[in-house]
């Protein structure tokens, strides 16, 4: 239970809420480009988020709940499996306030073995409205290997957002099927383009405008090793993909 929670905040449409813990440290990750990503997250205070926290949150105006399968995972990082219960209790305060839920699969196999996570992260998958995963994860979590295999084994989502790499993405919806290839894109760092083109779906109108969205803001993630690309100049070129500069709301 946190003591202190702050009012959201908002950046661009996007609300954040942050809490004070002050029995646990925060969880940090440090990029180190070209070699990888080191992760300080055991018993971290976001492992130890409650059913408080959930009722903490305002979700007055609040467009979408946009959860991930790695806070499902802390619980194995803590003793007291707090993490489901923040989880299991915010979804039914989204549900009941008529907020969608949206769910990045987001499995990590350094934080849960995939006969462990897989009936779990299936489960969160199953009661979201938007369900973004992966098709290399969903084959390694639940053996089904294509984009039409997986949205059989999740046929619950209104919308299903199964991403092929640099191949692209494919969104399944209750008008049938949409995919988009991906951007030709020079990588130079491939740590946040799953959660660049999450964003960018999201903020995106019809479904393959929504497609199309994700990819660009991948796309600007993947050409750097910024925390921030920088997206501002109109016609931003990565690699030989034109990316439109983001319109202002």
């Known amino acids: 239970m946190h003591p202190s929670i702050s009012p959201v905040r908002q950046f661009g449409g996007l609300g954040t809420v942050h809490a004070v813990d002050p ?10 480009p070209g070699r990888g990503v080191h992760y ?18 305002d979700l007055d105006d ?9 806070t499902a995972a802390l619980d194995r990082l803590t003793p007291d499996g707090a993490a489901p219960a ?17 769910v990045d699969v987001n499995h990590r196999a350094a934080l849960w073995a995939a006969s462990v996570a897989a009936p779990v992260l299936r489960d969160l998958a199953r009661r979201a409205d938007v369900v ?16 039409a295999a997986i949205r059989a084994l999740l046929p619950e989502p209104a919308e299903l957002v199964v991403k092929d790499g640099d191949v692209g993405a494919t969104v399944f919806t209750a008008d049938g099927e949409i995919f988009v290839p991906a951007h030709r894109v020079d990588v130079v760092e ?6 660049a083109f999450a964003g ?7 479904a393959a405008e929504r497609l199309q969205a994700g990819h660009d803001r ?15 100049a109109a016609g931003a070129t990565v690699g030989a993909a034109t990316v439109p500069a983001p319109t202002e709301s």
């Open 218 to 232: 991948a796309a600007l993630t993947l050409a750097t090793t910024a925390d921030f690309p920088d997206p501002t």
């Open 40 to 57: 300080y997250r055991d018993g971290s205070a976001a492992a130890h988020l409650g059913p408080s926290d959930a009722d903490a949150a």
């Open 62 to 70: 609040v467009a979408i709940v946009h959860v991930s399968g790695i």
């Open 132 to 147: 973004f995963v992966g098709r290399d994860e969903a084959e390694a979590l639940w053996g089904a290997a294509t984009p």
């Open 190 to 195: 491939a740590v946040g383009a799953g959660d």
């Open 200 to 206: 960018g779906y999201l903020a995106g109108a019809s």
């Open 23 to 32: 029995g646990h440290r925060t969880g940090l990750y440090v990029k180190d």
């Open 86 to 102: 923040f989880l299991e209790r915010l979804i039914a305060r989204a549900r009941a306030a008529g907020v969608p839920v949206s």
